[in-house]
């Protein structure tokens, strides 16, 4: 398919891996976004890591989205020609205390002006461009200094491509940042790369910056970096400390955690889902003052229909709905499912999502469901159309280990269906209420701790057997996303943040 092209939009979507290859709640959430505001032109930026890790899009371009390119940070590109560079000594000294800042930035305040000074540089035609970065002397000296004063880690030789991999996204970045057609705003629905792009375009550019957070992308990635095998560790046995990560892994936490902190920094409006997760922010270093709650909001009219297909006593359907890929624990959801099947035997478990992510995960996740003996019972359809999939079942199921504020709960509560999740984001507060007033309408399901199979399947059972706390679930459901979650009220709010973003002048 074609890409549209501009020469100038109302809003730039900063996209890392999402829309519009990739489903999934923050997809749906973009999509809904640019659709709900047809008054406004977008041009979109998508971030991904190489192209055979996505497919054709998963879904069609709004009529509004004038403008679309594609960047891959992993692909392979040509490097500069290998040759000696003399390096800027004032340049690395800023360099310097960049770093500095990011590792102690109550001692560093002038941070933002540092950053500031270097963004012009990292051109193909600053001081501090690609060339320098892998052939200057000066270059090569500040990573031994490094590698010396910092890493615990023995390999001189790994150190030194780690730093490289980890850093040389930034001047794709930066070329992005340079080629980015005009817009009156920026939006980034994460920090990652895609923050660290708004940041560069803030600082180039000086336009109002957006940040959108539906989880906190550090807190995710770090849980990413924990179970990543790819990341080495070359101490030995003697050498190890069990109760510490490996230095590589650690390297790339903080490398995250400074360029998701450079994105707080450079953003005008900081949105949240939900309050804990703007507390989270400004612990990490949000300016408070800047920072919003902005729930997600859903068509409740496009789902409210299906309540009146729904069945006196609950089917023994349980449904995950979501990609199947580590982070929604699907395997926790499956031993439990084992649970489920001993007291219901007709029971089923459904699991709608892609599975292209992590097709090894998947495959994993298959096996387990064979040889726990549930190859009748467990069902992976795929990606599915929620309209037609709700009517059909009992529970909907989130079984994840990190979230923000589901999207799938909340579709599930307007078509009537209750929900069991786990402890994490804001199932609590979706699912039992947020003040007194949002309690009062009763609990539209049940929250369960993480990775425990066995409560998972108890407050299942409860529901599913007991016709009466099903139904009150359900209405406990409707009742809450018809107050708090509708997409008109999510859209009123972002309308004025976008509306002081786009008349803003210089």
């Known amino acids: 398919m074609k890409q549209p092209r501009a020469e100038r939009a109302d809003i730039g979507l900063l996209l890392e891996g999402t829309f519009p290859y990739v489903s999934g709640g923050v997809s749906s959430w973009v999509n809904q976004i640019i659709r709900g505001f047809?008054?406004?032109?977008?041009?979109?930026?998508?971030?991904?890591?190489?192209?055979?890790?996505?497919?054709?899009?998963?879904?069609?371009?709004?009529?509004?989205?004038?403008?679309?390119?594609?960047?891959?940070?992993?692909?392979?590109?040509?490097?500069?020609?290998?040759?000696?560079?003399?390096?800027?000594?004032?340049?690395?000294?800023?360099?310097?205390?960049?770093?500095?800042?990011?590792?102690?930035?109550?001692?560093?305040?002038?941070?933002?002006?540092?950053?500031?000074?270097?963004?012009?540089?990292?051109?193909?035609?600053?001081?501090?461009?690609?060339?320098?970065?892998?052939?200057?002397?000066?270059?090569?000296?500040?990573?031994?200094?490094?590698?010396?004063?910092?890493?615990?880690?023995?390999?001189?030789?790994?150190?030194?491509?780690?730093?490289?991999?980890?850093?040389?996204?930034?001047?794709?970045?930066?070329?992005?940042?340079?080629?980015?057609?005009?817009?009156?705003?920026?939006?980034?629905?994460?920090?990652?790369y895609a923050g660290l792009l708004g940041a560069l375009l803030k600082e180039k550019t000086g336009r109002p910056l957006i940040l959108s957070e539906h989880g906190i992308?550090?807190?995710?990635?770090?849980?990413?970096?924990?179970?990543?095998?790819?990341?080495?560790?070359?101490?030995?046995?003697?050498?190890?400390?069990?109760?510490?990560?490996?230095?590589?892994?650690?390297?790339?936490?903080?490398?995250?955690?400074?360029?998701?902190?450079?994105?707080?920094?450079?953003?005008?409006?900081?949105?949240?889902?939900?309050?804990?997760?703007?507390?989270?922010?400004?612990?990490?270093?949000?300016?408070?003052?800047?920072t919003r709650n902005i729930p997600n909001g859903i068509n409740v009219p496009r789902f409210s229909p299906l309540r009146a297909q729904r069945p006196v006593l609950p089917p023994p359907i349980l449904c995950l709905i979501g990609r199947v890929v580590p982070i929604k624990d699907v395997k926790t959801y499956i031993r439990a499912m084992r649970t489920v099947v001993n007291r219901l035997p007709g029971a089923q478990g459904w699991i709608a999502g892609p599975e292209d992510e992590d097709p090894g995960y998947a495959e994993e996740c298959r096996e387990l469901a064979e040889g726990l003996g549930l190859s009748e019972n467990i069902k992976f359809l795929g990606f599915q159309q929620m309209t037609e999939l709700l009517p059909?079942?009992?529970?909907?199921?989130?079984?994840?280990?990190?979230?923000?504020?589901?999207?799938?709960?909340?579709?599930?509560?307007?078509?009537?269906?209750?929900?069991?999740?786990?402890?994490?984001?804001?199932?609590?507060?979706?699912?039992?209420?947020?003040?007194?007033?949002?309690?009062?309408?009763?609990?539209?399901g049940r929250v369960v701790g993480i990775a425990d199979p066995q409560a998972l399947a108890e407050a299942a059972l409860e529901l599913l057997t007991e016709g009466a706390s099903w139904r009150a679930a359900s209405e406990a459901g409707v009742r809450r996303v018809e107050a708090y979650y509708t997409q008109e009220q999510m859209f009123a709010s972002y309308k004025s943040i976008y509306d002081e973003a786009t008349t803003w002048r210089e």
């Open 38 to 192: 047809p008054q406004f032109s977008f041009a979109l930026v998508f971030i991904g890591s190489q192209p055979e890790d996505y497919g054709e899009m998963k879904y069609a371009l709004p009529d509004n989205v004038v403008h679309l390119e594609t960047h891959y940070l992993y692909n392979q590109h040509a490097a500069p020609q290998i040759r000696p560079v003399h390096g800027n000594p004032a340049t690395f000294g800023e360099i310097k205390r960049l770093h500095e800042y990011f590792r102690f930035s109550d001692l560093h305040p002038d941070g933002t002006e540092t950053f500031r000074k270097i963004v012009p540089e990292l051109s193909a035609h600053g001081v501090a461009g690609l060339e320098t970065f892998l052939y200057s002397h000066e270059s090569w000296e500040y990573i031994k200094e490094n590698y010396r004063k910092y890493c615990t880690d023995p390999s001189f030789v790994d150190y030194f491509w780690t730093v490289r991999s980890m850093h040389a996204p930034i001047w794709m970045l930066a070329e992005i940042a340079g080629n980015f057609i005009p817009v009156r705003a920026y939006h980034t629905v994460s920090t990652g």
């Open 217 to 290: 992308y550090t807190k995710e990635r770090k849980i990413d970096l924990f179970q990543a095998q790819w990341i080495k560790d070359n101490r030995n046995v003697f050498q190890r400390d069990p109760t510490e990560i490996s230095y590589f892994r650690q390297l790339w936490i903080r490398f995250f955690q400074a360029i998701g902190k450079r994105c707080y920094d450079s953003a005008d409006h900081i949105v949240a889902l939900y309050e804990a997760n703007r507390l989270r922010q400004i612990e990490d270093g949000a300016p408070p003052q800047i």
């Open 392 to 444: 059909r079942i009992g529970l909907v199921v989130l079984s994840s280990i990190s979230e923000g504020l589901p999207l799938v709960l909340l579709e599930g509560f307007a078509a009537g269906v209750p929900a069991v999740s786990t402890d994490v984001g804001s199932c609590r507060q979706l699912i039992y209420g947020l003040d007194q007033e949002d309690q009062s309408f009763g609990a539209a």
